[in-house]
């Protein structure tokens, strides 16, 4: 392995454990080591070499010099420490900026992650589709953002999302990755299951995802009932289509057994009609799915979110649907960290 390659793809942080015996191999050590190593930075979440007592003083100095450890860092937390919704704004070492969103209920700790820094597919009521795509994060820089944040959290986190900033399907492999490290059972160990991935609607990848029979939990942007809604407001609907992505969502249902979560954004005079219940029903009716209805956080744009009143009624008419309904009233809407929200300048 060549040496000095303190970049961002080299940060400690984000390796696998073959990826850490190369190294201490590399230096003439025992493949030991890296278990070692493995279970620092994954198992206790140290920040530090010096932390590291196990390991010969040599390996440490060899690595440090030519390995970044962490290659984020927390610039700004906004929402106080009791809030139960706080969104940080974090550093990549190329001066790019994202965020991730700790969220906090009763018995739950989620964290919202990002995956890109911005994203490519511009849908109209994302706050991060208007920044364009810039760059896909590293493996190291999505881990990253889950060890800070659990250092950041007073309880063990319990759940992790993939609904910050970006298209997690359009950064495939790093987010695959990513979620095999969350899921580790000698490292960080969260059940896969517990481990959300939400698509704008990749279809090529959905496929993908389920011929791999992937565990994650896989949960779909829909926000829309017709072919024509979903352009006016998706992009991305023009290259895979609303019976492409049905289509998609069956092939993945029979391959993994694993229901899937249609998300529906409500946007106002947009997509919150009878009708739409009516064709919304027909359209998922019989997929072993469930639909989880977000209310529009406003973001300055053309969209409203619809009165209370329109949510309970759009809600009222899914009372007697054959899949479970939820609804997402996001947390943090107040302090810009509700789903959509995120963006950076
Ligand atoms: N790119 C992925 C994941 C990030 S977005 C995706 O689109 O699925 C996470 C969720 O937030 C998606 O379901 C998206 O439809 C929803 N969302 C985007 N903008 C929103 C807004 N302004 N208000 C409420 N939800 C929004
Ligand atoms: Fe990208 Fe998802 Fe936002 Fe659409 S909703 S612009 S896919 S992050």
């Given at each position: 392995m060549s040496l000095k390659r303190k970049n961002i793809e080299s940060s400690l942080i984000g390796m696998n454990l073959d990826d850490f015996i190369s190294i201490v191999t590399d230096f003439?050590?025992?493949?030991y080591r890296a278990e070692q190593l493995f279970n620092w930075i994954y198992k206790r979440n140290i920040q530090s070499f010096a932390e590291m007592e196990n390991l010969p003083k040599q390996l440490k100095v060899n690595i440090a010099d030519n390995y970044l450890f962490n290659p984020l860092k927390i610039l700004k937390v906004t929402g106080a420490k009791s809030a139960k919704t706080r969104k940080y704004l974090l550093e990549c070492q190329d001066g790019e900026k994202i965020e991730a969103v700790l969220m906090k209920e009763q018995k739950r700790i989620t964290i919202c992650l990002s995956s890109q820094i911005g994203c490519a597919l511009g849908c109209e009521f994302c706050a991060t589709g208007t920044m364009g795509i810039i760059r896909n994060l590293t493996v190291g820089e999505i881990v990253a953002q889950y060890l800070l944040l659990l250092k950041e959290s007073e309880k063990p986190i319990t759940n992790v999302v993939f609904m910050g900033m970006g298209e997690p399907f359009l950064n495939y492999d790093n987010v695959i990755k990513s979620a095999d490290l969350l899921n580790n059972p000698d490292g960080?160990?969260?059940?896969?299951?517990?481990i959300t991935i939400s698509t704008a609607g990749i279809v090529p990848q959905i496929h993908k995802f389920a011929e791999e029979k992937q565990r994650y939990k896989l949960a779909i942007s829909?926000?829309?009932?017709t072919q024509e809604q979903r352009l006016k407001t998706m992009p991305i609907a023009k290259k895979y289509p609303i019976d492409k992505l049905i289509e998609s969502v069956k092939y993945y249902n029979n391959e993994t057994r694993n229901l899937v979560t249609f998300e529906y954004v409500l946007l106002s005079d947009i997509n919150d009609s009878e009708l739409d219940v009516k064709r919304l029903t027909d359209l998922i009716s019989d997929l072993p799915c469930k639909l989880n209805v977000i209310p529009y956080n406003e973001i300055g744009g053309k969209f409203v979110r619809p009165s209370d009143d329109k949510i309970k009624e759009f809600l009222g008419n899914l009372l007697n649907v054959p899949f479970t309904v939820t609804t997402?009233?996001?947390?943090g809407a107040d302090i810009n960290a509700?789903?959509?929200q995120l963006v950076v300048t």
């Open positions: 003439d050590e025992q493949k960080i160990n969260l059940g896969a299951r517990h829909l926000n829309g009932s997402r009233w996001s947390k509700g789903c959509g």
